[in-house]
């Protein structure tokens, strides 16, 4: 049995469901080791050290001044890499591990090691690659560095873009998410229709809920509770007050704001009939673990969704509103308040996207449930499942570990 040693973004939090699946289900001949299986920490959310305390105040204080904020995000990307190459690779070196998977990062230490990427610019910590290209490229090209594993093709051409990837390319492989398969028999249950959302419940990311549609959702559904009876909305996720407030009188919308255990977010997934999502983010595990609850997910047409949510097919894909989306190398433009301020601007023509796509399924019973079927079979033998995922993972391993 070889081991392989997740070395994660951060030490304190949740670990991200992505790399619970890898640990729950590894390939075959292989087993995973964290820091907190090493060492027995948990930091909980709230444990969060004085450090990461002050960054999270600081980033929330800075939003709304722009030269600021971007010198801010400058600054940070630069000292990124002064604090990788500072650390030291204590736990990879006690941890025995045959390889070292990289979430998202870089490491300088002389071990063998593999890195995977939502898009480019996380291997800069998410500011501007730009800043450091060189160093990140580097890196990637030293004899230590075995794969590149972007999460998806949109990712791979971010970092195409981003990087001379001439002597990279050998090495860069798209690894998509593996979901599980669930193991249920479709039921309804109640006499309502159920609409789900399911966001972050972070209260450190404040504008999560906005960035994953949350605002169009409520206003949409306003409109969808004046046309039809019976239907409902759960919303899983951290609300703005303003937000809680205005929902309160309203007795066909729930949100459930605290941590859920695993059985009970996979009762309210088994529960729903439709997975109302429109995120102005990149693809995500809860789009992913929607259609393998047999749910036709309703969300925007960017980004990777698309590799994952066939239009009309496994789900149903509203076009963005023409606003700035993209930066130079195709990577997300998030940190632009231009794009909030476009998505603000064009939220009422968002609204009646999303109304009108949601109004398809709520009357088209058979549709509603076809594509759910699909949706669920796409995840349970296609290019997001956890064979799939395990097959390419497995050669990728095997190759990185021999000596």
């Not at 990837?165 to 998509?176: F, G, P, Q, V, Y």
């Not at 393998?292 to 925007?300: A, D, G, K, N, W």
């Not at 698309?306 to 009309?312: F, N, Q, R, T």
């Not at 190398?329 to 940190?335: D, I, K, V």
Request: charged fraction near 30%; glycine fraction near 4%.
């Amino acid at each position: 049995m070889r081991t392989v040693y997740l070395k994660g973004r951060s030490r304190g939090g949740p670990t991200h469901s992505l790399y619970r699946e890898l640990i729950r289900y590894p390939p075959e001949g292989y087993t995973v080791l964290t820091r907190k299986s090493l060492y027995k920490e948990q930091q909980s959310l709230s444990g969060l050290d004085k450090r990461q305390q002050l960054v999270y105040k600081v980033d929330r204080k800075l939003q709304d001044i722009s030269l600021i904020r971007n010198i801010w995000y400058e600054t940070k990307t630069l000292s990124y890499v002064c604090i990788k190459k500072a650390e030291k690779p204590h736990a990879l070196l006690e941890s025995g591990a045959d390889l070292v998977y990289c979430s998202q990062q870089l490491t300088f230490a002389k071990l063998p090691w593999i890195v995977d990427l939502e898009f480019a610019n996380a291997l800069a910590n998410y500011g501007d690659i730009r800043l450091i290209r060189r160093i990140v490229q580097k890196a990637l090209a030293s004899k230590y560095c075995k794969r590149i594993l972007p999460w998806s093709d949109w990712a791979k051409r971010t970092l195409y873009r981003s990087l001379d990837c001439s002597a990279l390319r050998d090495k860069i492989e798209t690894l998509h998410f593996g979901i599980p398969p669930k193991r249920f028999v479709k039921k309804k249950t109640g006499d309502k229709l159920r609409i789900l959302f399911v966001g972050s419940i972070n209260l450190f990311n404040f504008l999560n809920f906005e960035w994953k549609g949350g605002f169009e959702l409520i206003e949409a559904f306003q409109e969808l509770n004046k046309r039809y009876d019976g239907v409902e909305l759960v919303i899983r996720a951290w609300v703005p007050p303003e937000i809680m407030e205005r929902c309160s009188s309203n007795p066909n919308i729930r949100i459930l704001y605290s941590q859920l255990t695993e059985k009970a977010l996979a009762n309210l997934y088994e529960s729903s009939d439709i997975f109302l999502f429109p995120s102005h983010m990149n693809l995500g595990m809860a789009i992913l673990e929607a259609m393998s609850y047999e749910l036709p997910v309703i969300t925007l047409n960017l980004y990777d969704i698309p590799e994952a949510v066939e239009d009309m097919k496994t789900g149903i894909l509203i076009p963005p509103p023409p606003i700035p989306y993209y930066i130079w190398n195709g990577a997300p433009n998030h940190y632009d308040r231009k794009l909030l301020f476009g998505i603000r601007h064009h939220r009422q023509w968002l609204v009646n996207q999303i109304v009108e796509k949601t109004s398809l399924l709520i009357e088209n019973d058979s549709l509603r449930r076809r594509i759910g079927r699909e949706a669920r079979r796409s995840i349970e033998d296609g290019e997001f499942s956890i064979k799939k995922r395990n097959e390419k993972m497995k050669k990728i391993f095997d190759e990185a570990t021999q000596k």
